[in-house]
């Protein structure tokens, strides 16, 4: 008899331990609880961390987490106002603040991932779509940049090395996405804490696009000290020519004095010598008789003479006083 009953008690307290395990449960401090039975809620959320008590075997336990949750966007091409394709990804932290709307609506976490991915797409999109590529990538308006110093006054009137000015930019168009996506989110009882653009990429097909017009603003630039480099050279080589010219000048002038003054100074000796008496000025006229005779008769000379002249008598008397070879 005893030992049925020792049996009898085990099995009772082990139905009593059973069952006081499927009725009490623990919230813990970064989850709340929904309760349900047979598949429907009942009773309100409980938020409160502690041990709980619910209708054993009837009732499940379906914990929800209530700490702000991550969400990370995957990079989707999408097109701006200015019909430029770019590649966006977004982040955004959440959390839910009505977990019986959250647990009747989405069930679980990861089908709360896949509907944000819905709504957070589709809200960038139409964001993108409604401003232009500079709204998107830019955030400060009034931004003043570092330009080239060496920018000449009409290349900074084209524009080249400034900033395209903006009307809104990029916090502006988060905000926008931000308005847009918490109105849709809460219905299912999640309130977005924040949404931001993580990484803006140009696509494949705008690349080339955007690399040429870098390219030609740096050519443009390049161009215009070659021209510069070029002018600059002109202007140096025409310095040296025309210093080399005033060089050659003076030097030419210094020269022609110097002979002017050694010929005045040769004819000032030769008149000192040879006006002394006439037979000083008979022998110069003989000399120079023989100086010309000298540059103007050569081997094949053919001279026309009158019988008067005294070139003619001289050479005359020359010949008739050079000895006979036969005698």
């Given at each position: ?159 080249i090395g400034s900033l395209v000015p903006i009307s809104m930019g990029r916090l502006v168009v988060e905000q926008d996405i931000f308005n847009a996506a918490a109105k849709k ?47 600059e050279a002109a202007r140096i080589q025409g310095n040296r020519e025309r210093d080399l010219d005033k060089i050659q000048s003076e030097a030419y002038r210094a ?73």
């Open positions: 008899m005893k030992s049925y009953l020792i049996v009898g008690g085990s099995i009772l307290a082990a139905i009593v331990g059973v069952t006081l395990y499927s009725a009490l449960y623990t919230v813990n401090e970064v989850e709340q609880v929904v309760i349900t039975q047979f598949g429907k809620p009942v009773g309100e959320p409980i938020r409160e961390a502690g041990i709980q008590l619910k209708m054993p075997f009837v009732q499940q336990v379906n914990f929800i987490d209530k700490r702000v949750l991550e969400w990370e966007g995957t990079p989707s091409d999408m097109p701006t106002k200015d019909k430029l394709y770019i590649s966006v990804s977004l982040y955004a932290r959440w959390q839910v603040t009505d977990p019986l709307q959250y647990f009747l609506r989405l069930g679980d976490e990861r089908s709360a991932q896949s509907r944000l991915d819905d709504i957070f797409g589709s809200e960038t999109r139409n964001a993108v779509a409604t401003h232009e590529l500079i709204e998107i990538i830019r955030t400060t308006k009034d931004r003043q940049p570092l330009r080239d110093s060496s920018l000449t006054e009409a290349e900074k009137e084209q524009n989110v809460k219905v299912f009882g999640i309130e977005l804490m924040d949404i931001r653009f993580k990484r803006i990429n140009y696509n494949e097909s705008v690349r080339p696009k955007i690399y040429e017009r870098m390219i030609s603003e740096r050519r443009q630039i390049a161009e215009r000290f070659l021209s510069e480099g070029k002018g020269v022609t004095e110097i002979r002017g003054k050694a010929d005045a100074k040769a004819a000032a000796i030769y008149a000192s010598a040879y006006n002394k008496n006439d037979q000083a000025v008979a022998f110069y006229a003989f000399t120079r008789s023989l100086q010309a005779l000298e540059l103007a008769l050569s081997q094949n000379t053919t001279l026309v003479l009158s019988t008067d002249s005294e070139l003619f008598q001289y050479l005359q008397h020359t010949q008739a006083s050079e000895p006979n070879p036969k005698n």
